[in-house]
């Protein structure tokens, strides 16, 4: 028999949520980054081509903004209520 589930137990939860949604932006971010860069290097010069490659790098760093300002207001977060580091050490239940 196991133990009823706890709120200490959001804490395992929602860190593994933030690592899994960083760690997923991340890779979406390389995808886009090989995808752009695959599209520039087969337009041979069409124009249209190019301009393709050159919107999907701007919303590809784009993406990258954003990922490092959320990363960021999550260590803001952390150091407004006392955590070390939310993504590593969130807890809601002080021993």
């Known amino acids: 028999m ?3 589930a706890t709120i200490k137990d959001l804490e395992a939860v929602f860190t593994n949520i933030v690592k899994v949604l960083m760690a997923a932006g991340a890779f ?3 995808i886009m ?3 752009s ?5 087969t337009s041979s010069g069409d124009p249209k ?4 490659a050159k919107k999907t790098l ?10 490092a300002f959320s990363y960021l207001i999550l260590r803001l977060i952390g150091m407004f209520t006392g955590t070390d580091t939310i993504i590593t050490n ?6």
């Open 2 to 4: 196991t133990d009823p």
């Open 28 to 30: 979406g971010l390389f």
């Open 33 to 35: 980054l090989l995808t």
């Open 37 to 41: 860069g695959f599209k520039y290097l």
């Open 49 to 52: 081509a190019v301009e393709g």
């Open 58 to 67: 701007t919303y590809a760093i784009g993406g990258f903004v954003a990922l």
């Open 90 to 95: 969130f807890t809601i239940v002080k021993p």
